[in-house]
């Protein structure tokens, strides 16, 4: 073997273990992992299992709500949100076809949906406003539809 082809060989795997290194670093130091306890469910059952069963909006607590929402081509279910300003509110998703994006714009709430698992996160909503949530990953040919707004009064 030529001897510059070698040293971009080792040039190159060299980089490769330092943008693993650095990844891996990252999503164990700072928990950037996907969000949620890995908690499994069937993706062919999820009209069956609850919370899923019964999607929706919940108060549990103060100034506190449960929103259970499925995702599937090319919708959000329940679409249409309604919430008190100032609520802190735990979002519990799940996929029922392929894999979807959760983001709420302008705020921190951005998760992959992956069917067959449940994605928590939570977002206290402190300014009232039209709140864009939208899939950011590609799912289909009415990826760009799939969006819809989150109201907070
Ligand atoms: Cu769902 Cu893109």
New binding site residues.
């Given amino acids: 073997m030529h001897r510059s082809e070698k040293i971009w060989l080792i040039l190159s795997f060299g980089m490769i273990l330092i943008f693993m290194g650095a990844t891996g670093y990252q999503a164990f130091t700072y928990g950037m992992a996907p969000p949620g306890g890995m908690e499994r469910i069937d993706p062919q059952k999820v009209d069956e299992t609850p919370p899923f069963d019964q999607p929706g909006i919940r108060q549990i607590g103060e100034n506190e709500y449960e929103v259970v929402m499925v995702?599937q081509?090319?919708s959000f279910v329940p679409h249409d949100i309604e919430i008190p300003a100032g609520s802190t509110v735990h979002f519990k998703l799940t996929s029922k076809d392929?894999?979807?994006?959760f983001q709420i714009v302008e705020t921190n709430a951005n998760g992959m949906v992956v069917p067959g698992y449940v994605t928590t996160l939570t977002q206290t909503f402190h300014e009232p406003g039209e709140y864009l949530l939208m899939?950011?990953?590609?799912?289909?040919a009415?990826?760009?539809h799939?969006y819809t707004t989150i109201t907070v009064k």
């Fill in positions: 995702l081509v090319f392929v894999i979807h994006g899939c950011n990953e590609y799912c289909g009415g990826h760009q799939m």
